[in-house]
């Protein structure tokens, strides 16, 4: 009882309670400004992601412009080999961007996610090329012309950067050989029509994500990069809606990344998808390179997600990344997919526990319900 | 009385920033309007856990527990006397008196379990205020009980069966004796590991109060569902709110996340578009009734959504997304849900549109919500 307590610990107890009371003000006092580690994202942004969008809307730009002047002519040897490393360009810029998994990626084209469009594996885990090409022998075996719109309503599983892949990798038969394809070319032009199409679906899909990010997303006629970095998106859609939800743009960005350490560290990637090892190989690498970058921009800025971890004293997980990160790096290197994947499940980890918790980034208190 | 402000660490917590308990006795106390007040666990450390408030002018302020709390209950006897009791396997509870600066009865009193038992998160009061009632567990059977308080010091005087394991949430059914009751069906280990995955068993189980008999059981078709919170209508319809621990199902099918119990009638699931239900990852977090519309509201924490279903015709009707969801109280006028989450934001959603008052969006970032939450009713 308060009329109990010494007259000493009454005033002492009263002052202290007046000012507590005074300071736990309305949400008007509470400061709006952005906080380091939002500056941080927006760096990395601006810096990473971007350049990362932009470079995949070229190469997708850049295939469709190459397939056209393929099959302009008869195809050679040449001009398939050149498509064919344009196709792997395309693909490796693709996984410097496929760990940003939210916004652009995610809207909603016909019945599923844009991302699918360009990469069905990515939900689905597999590819069945026998199937793909069954697909196309049925386009190809149909009395009506091939347009470059013809295919603008297919399913996830027979456009994209995979289909994409099985009509320049292999015949309509799954055969593997070069001349065998190039020949497939010149006996089945309509195989050169499937080809158009199905880059002309990438490219504009690419060409979607691009203008999504940097100019109007969902018809906002805002950038989503600036809704995002600014936290924006809850003042521009409703609760209805899953951009309304109202999740800092730290959050979002940290789980995407570490859900795309998940996949391709546990994936069969390396099992099915085998046309270009190599090229996965390197895309794999690509986009270690990209996430380093994404938590060091110590070159443009003091406000890098690194410095903002190493100033709230986690110096040692920072160091514990960067190692990880050469790890990779030398298991990619020597092609071992039993340690690559080991390294990137420990990174993973890392994206899990040190960066969330390196940059006080609430994940949730309530995720797990009633137990400590 | 010294030792309990050192325990509340008054005038040290003070000094170090810590919130600390609210004294009564104060002019400012007339900006906290118990009808429109807000009450819910808080805090992420032990330094900051309290019993947290917040109203629709904005104000706020924290009673510093000591311990994470979980569920609140009020009493309905006295409304301004609040329980908060510990998340499992937590051993305490706290009473506090929002009472305005005329009321003398203001300090939090702490209150603890036996030795053998210990708190499972919820608490509920008997219709006359009389006793208290705690979901807890027995440490050395890890069967499920339910202690009978009475309400001067909050004395356990009785032990009553849940009817089952990790008894939950739990509420007493309107103008009955009767204590419904959501065995969640789950054992851990000290660890917090789940040790029973394969065998667990939840349901929701009626209790008769004065016989001390389980009266009546519900269970959902899905074995590895834990059944872990629920809410009840004026006129005994009870809604179940639902978890599932999926590194044990045989099955990777999606399950209903929430459920009702009609008199008479039995458990029935609600669905909603798979969309939907993939979005919650097999966690619902909070339910609550709002009787005046007719529409139970749930909340996933790990979908960031708030979901609505009529309680009458079990229809559909709608969703709210909203990061990290889980708190969710009915304003007192009935005519609002209240949504909280741990970043200290509060939405209110009408109780019959389910259209959100986006001017009334408040955002407290130095309390971190915990799971519910509820209305301070005058």
């Given at each position: 009882?308060?009329?109990?307590?010494?007259?000493?610990?009454?005033?002492?107890?009263?002052?202290?309670?007046?000012?507590?009371?005074?300071?736990?003000?309305?949400?008007?006092?509470?400061?709006?400004?952005?906080?380091?580690?939002?500056?941080?994202?927006?760096?990395?942004?601006?810096?990473?992601?971007?350049?990362?969008?932009?470079?995949?809307?070229?190469?997708?730009?850049?295939?469709?412009?190459?397939?056209?002047?393929?099959?302009?002519?008869?195809?050679?040897?040449?001009?398939?080999?050149?498509?064919?490393?344009?196709?792997?360009?395309?693909?490796?810029?693709w996984f410097?961007l496929l760990p940003f998994q939210f916004g652009p990626l995610v809207i909603q084209d016909q019945s599923s996610d844009l991302l699918d469009y360009i990469d069905v594996y990515r939900s689905t885990e597999s590819i069945v090329?026998?199937?793909t090409?069954?697909?196309?022998?049925?386009?190809?075996?149909?009395?009506?012309?091939?347009?470059?719109?013809?295919?603008?309503?297919e399913r996830p599983a027979n456009v994209g950067l995979y289909a994409?892949?099985?009509?320049?990798?292999?015949?309509?038969?799954?055969?593997?050989?070069?001349?065998?394809?190039?020949?497939?070319?010149?006996?089945?032009?309509?195989?050169?029509?499937?080809?158009?199409?199905?880059?002309?679906?990438?490219?504009?899909r690419?060409?979607?994500v691009?203008?999504?990010?940097?100019?109007?997303?969902?018809?906002?006629?805002?950038?989503?990069?600036?809704?995002?970095?600014?936290?924006?998106?809850?003042?521009?859609?409703?609760?209805?809606?899953s951009?309304?939800?109202?999740?800092?743009?730290?959050?979002?960005?940290?789980v995407a990344?570490?859900e795309y350490l998940d996949f391709v560290?546990n994936a069969a990637l390396?099992?099915d998808l085998?046309?270009?090892?190599?090229?996965?190989?390197?895309?794999?690498?690509?986009?270690?390179?990209?996430?380093?970058?994404?938590?060091?921009?110590?070159?443009?800025?003091?406000?890098?997600?690194?410095?903002?971890?190493?100033?709230?004293?986690?110096?040692?997980?920072?160091?514990?990344?960067?190692?990880?990160?050469?790890?990779?790096?030398?298991?990619?290197?020597?092609?071992?997919?039993?340690?690559?994947?080991?390294?990137?499940?420990?990174?993973?980890?890392?994206?899990?526990?040190?960066?969330?918790?390196?940059?006080?980034?609430?994940?949730?208190?309530?995720?797990?319900?009633?137990?400590? | 009385?010294?030792?309990?402000?050192?325990?509340?660490?008054?005038?040290?917590?003070?000094?170090?920033?810590?919130?600390?308990?609210?004294?009564?006795?104060?002019?400012?106390?007339?900006?906290?309007?118990?009808?429109?007040?807000?009450?819910?666990?808080?805090?992420?450390?032990?330094?900051?856990?309290?019993?947290?408030?917040?109203?629709?002018?904005?104000?706020?302020?924290?009673?510093?527990?000591?311990?994470?709390?979980?569920?609140?209950?009020?009493?309905?006897?006295?409304?301004?006397?609040?329980?908060?009791?510990?998340?499992?396997?937590?051993?305490?509870?706290?009473?506090?008196?929002?009472?305005?600066?005329?009321?003398?009865?203001?300090?939090?009193?702490?209150?603890?379990?036996?030795?053998?038992?210990?708190?499972?998160?919820?608490?509920?009061?008997?219709?006359?205020?009389?006793?208290?009632?705690?979901?807890?567990?027995?440490?050395?059977?890890?069967?499920?009980?339910?202690?009978?308080?009475?309400?001067?010091?909050?004395?356990?005087?009785?032990?009553?069966?849940?009817?089952?394991?990790?008894?939950?949430?739990?509420?007493?059914?309107?103008?009955?004796?009767?204590?419904?009751?959501?065995?969640?069906?789950?054992?851990?280990?000290?660890?917090?590991?789940?040790?029973?995955?394969?065998?667990?068993?939840?349901?929701?189980?009626?209790?008769?109060?004065?016989?001390?008999?389980?009266?009546?059981?519900?269970?959902?078709?899905?074995?590895?569902?834990?059944?872990?919170?629920?809410?009840?209508?004026?006129?005994?319809?009870?809604?179940?709110?639902?978890?599932?621990?999926?590194?044990?199902?045989?099955?990777t099918?999606l399950?209903?996340?929430?459920?009702?119990?009609?008199?008479?009638?039995?458990?029935?699931?609600?669905?909603?578009?798979a969309s939907?239900?993939l979005k919650?990852k097999?966690?619902?977090?909070?339910?609550?009734?709002?009787?005046?519309?007719?529409?139970?509201?749930?909340?996933?924490?790990?979908?960031?959504?708030?979901?609505?279903?009529?309680?009458?015709?079990?229809?559909?009707?709608?969703?709210?997304?909203?990061?990290?969801?889980?708190?969710?109280?009915?304003?007192?006028?009935?005519?609002?849900?209240?949504?909280?989450?741990?970043?200290?934001?509060?939405?209110?959603?009408?109780?019959?549109?389910?259209?959100?008052?986006?001017?009334?969006?408040?955002?407290?970032?130095?309390?971190?919500?915990?799971?519910?939450?509820?209305?301070?009713?005058?």
């Open positions: 009882m308060i009329t109990q307590l010494s007259s000493w610990v009454k005033t002492t107890v009263y002052t202290l309670t007046a000012l507590l009371l005074s300071a736990c003000g309305s949400e008007s006092d509470i400061d709006q400004r952005p906080s380091e580690v939002d500056l941080g994202v927006k760096t990395s942004i601006e810096h990473v992601t971007l350049p990362a969008v932009a470079a995949f809307g070229q190469s997708a730009q850049a295939l469709k412009t190459d397939i056209t002047n393929m099959c302009a002519s008869p195809v050679t040897d040449i001009t398939l080999s050149n498509v064919q490393q344009q196709w792997q360009d395309t693909y490796r810029t410097s090329r026998s199937e090409n069954t697909q196309f022998q049925t386009w190809i075996d149909a009395q009506s012309d091939i347009e470059a719109d013809s295919l603008t309503n994409l892949e099985t009509a320049l990798f292999t015949t309509l038969s799954n055969d593997l050989v070069s001349a065998d394809i190039v020949a497939e070319f010149n006996s089945t032009p309509k195989k050169c029509d499937v080809v158009k199409a199905l880059a002309y679906e990438l490219s504009r690419a060409t979607e691009v203008l999504q990010w940097t100019t109007d997303y969902r018809s906002t006629g805002v950038p989503y990069a600036t809704l995002f970095s600014d936290n924006l998106l809850e003042s521009y859609f409703s609760a209805l809606d951009d309304g939800t109202g999740k800092v743009s730290s959050e979002v960005l940290i990344v570490q560290g390396f099992d085998t046309i270009n090892s190599e090229t996965l190989w390197l895309s794999i690498k690509d986009s270690i390179d990209m996430i380093e970058s994404l938590l060091d921009q110590s070159a443009s800025t003091e406000l890098s997600l690194f410095a903002i971890m190493a100033s709230n004293g986690y110096e040692q997980d920072v160091a514990t990344i960067r190692e990880n990160l050469v790890l990779i790096r030398s298991a990619i290197d020597e092609r071992s997919v039993i340690d690559t994947q080991t390294y990137l499940k420990a990174l993973d980890g890392n994206f899990k526990t040190s960066v969330i918790d390196g940059l006080n980034i609430n994940k949730g208190l309530t995720f797990a319900d009633g137990d400590s | 009385m010294t030792t309990q402000l050192t325990r509340r660490k008054v005038l040290l917590g003070a000094l170090a920033g810590l919130s600390v308990p609210v004294l009564y006795g104060l002019s400012r106390m007339d900006a906290f309007n118990p009808s429109t007040t807000w009450l819910s666990a808080s805090g992420s450390d032990a330094d900051r856990f309290a019993l947290s408030f917040a109203n629709d002018h904005g104000n706020h302020g924290s009673a510093n527990s000591a311990f994470r709390g979980h569920g609140l209950s009020s009493n309905p006897a006295q409304p301004n006397q609040i329980v908060m009791v510990s998340r499992r396997p937590g051993n305490q509870g706290m009473v506090l008196n929002m009472a305005n600066a005329q009321q003398t009865t203001a300090e939090p009193q702490f209150f603890q379990s036996p030795k053998h038992l210990f708190m499972e998160g919820h608490a509920c009061f008997s219709a006359d205020g009389a006793f208290l009632y705690c979901s807890e567990t027995d440490r050395r059977t890890q069967k499920g009980v339910i202690t009978v308080r009475e309400t001067q010091t909050f004395s356990v005087i009785q032990e009553l069966p849940s009817g089952g394991v990790g008894p939950h949430e739990i509420l007493v059914i309107p103008n009955t004796q009767k204590l419904a009751i959501a065995n969640g069906g789950l054992i851990k280990d000290e660890q917090g590991q789940l040790v029973n995955g394969q065998t667990m068993n939840s349901n929701v189980s009626i209790l008769n109060l004065v016989t001390g008999k389980i009266e009546q059981q519900y269970k959902v078709p899905e074995s590895k569902a834990s059944l872990r919170h629920l809410d009840v209508s004026s006129d005994g319809i009870i809604a179940v709110g639902i978890q599932v621990q999926r590194d044990f199902m045989a099955s099918d399950t209903p996340l929430a459920a009702l119990i009609l008199p008479g009638q039995g458990l029935i699931q609600l669905t909603a578009p939907i239900l919650l097999d966690y619902m977090g909070s339910v609550r009734i709002n009787d005046k519309y007719r529409t139970a509201a749930f909340t996933s924490p790990r979908g960031d959504l708030a979901l609505f279903w009529n309680i009458d015709s079990g229809e559909f009707l709608g969703h709210h997304f909203f990061d990290n969801v889980c708190g969710l109280t009915v304003s007192q006028d009935s005519e609002f849900f209240i949504l909280s989450n741990s970043a200290g934001k509060v939405r209110q959603l009408h109780g019959l549109t389910l259209k959100e008052n986006i001017s009334a969006r408040q955002s407290f970032p130095n309390l971190q919500w915990d799971n519910h939450m509820i209305t301070l009713c005058s």
